[in-house]
């Protein structure tokens, strides 16, 4: 699933008539970038959710075919946030764990990894971190040496945006109902529920004008 349906109020400009998964990073939109990369490490079924300017993102991904994909949308009015987008595609889902990436990001981390994660009854949840950005420097969680996902920890890092779900980890969560990830993740993380790995690779939340030129301006 690519998470596609925030309005992207931070681009100012960039986005006042173009949703930000279509914004031209390296070349090309960003959702294309992951499309290509899902497509060469073996995924078929895609889920995108969208809300702001829908019918953009659905003219230029279409059914997914020009990527050798099956692409469906869940469409929201109002946006639900990323847990709430979630929790409103499960139906398009199933019922086996499925990899969740924000469209928002630009990250060299291989994809084929997530087709390998195995999520068994202890587990909910297997997400991706890397090593703080500049605009999150307290991070967001830690790695315990069984790669168990932490709250506390001397070393915080940020969630990626990019993670592997079981439908489980939404059970409680009410359909329709608008929430963050974030505080979903934290519940289960305080169950000991989530594991994860720390990814030192390229990768950066494209969430300003001015990451998004650093991306545009380093080759």
Not at 40 to 62: E, H, S, W
Not at 141 to 157: D, I, Q, R
Request: glycine content about 8%; charged content about 20%; hydrophobic content about 40%.
């Amino acid at each position: 699933m690519i998470l596609a349906a925030g309005r992207g109020k931070r681009m100012k400009e960039l986005t006042k008539e173009t949703p930000k998964p279509l914004i031209l990073t390296k070349g090309k939109p960003l959702i294309e970038w992951h499309l290509e990369k899902l497509s060469a490490t073996g995924f078929q079924d895609i889920i995108i959710n969208i809300c702001y300017l829908p019918a953009m993102i659905k003219n230029f991904v279409g059914d997914g075919s020009s990527w050798g994909l099956n692409v469906t949308y869940s469409e929201e009015n109002p946006v639900l946030e990323t847990a709430g987008g979630i929790k409103n595609a499960l139906p398009y889902l199933g019922d086996e764990p499925f990899a969740v990436i924000n469209a928002d990001i630009f990250s060299n981390f291989d994809y084929a990894k997530l087709r390998l994660i195995n999520l068994d009854k202890t587990c909910d949840g297997y997400i991706v971190l890397v090593e703080n950005p500049e605009h999150n420097q307290t991070g967001d969680f830690g790695l315990s040496e069984n790669n168990s996902v932490v709250l506390n920890s001397e070393n915080l890092h940020t969630f990626s945006g990019i993670a592997v779900y079981h439908p489980r980890l939404f059970n409680n969560l009410k359909k329709g109902v608008r929430m963050q990830l974030l505080p979903l993740l934290k519940t289960s993380i305080s169950d000991s529920l989530i594991k994860g790995e720390l990814f030192r690779g390229m990768w950066s939340d494209v969430g300003t004008p001015k990451r998004l030129a650093l991306i545009n301006k380093v080759d």
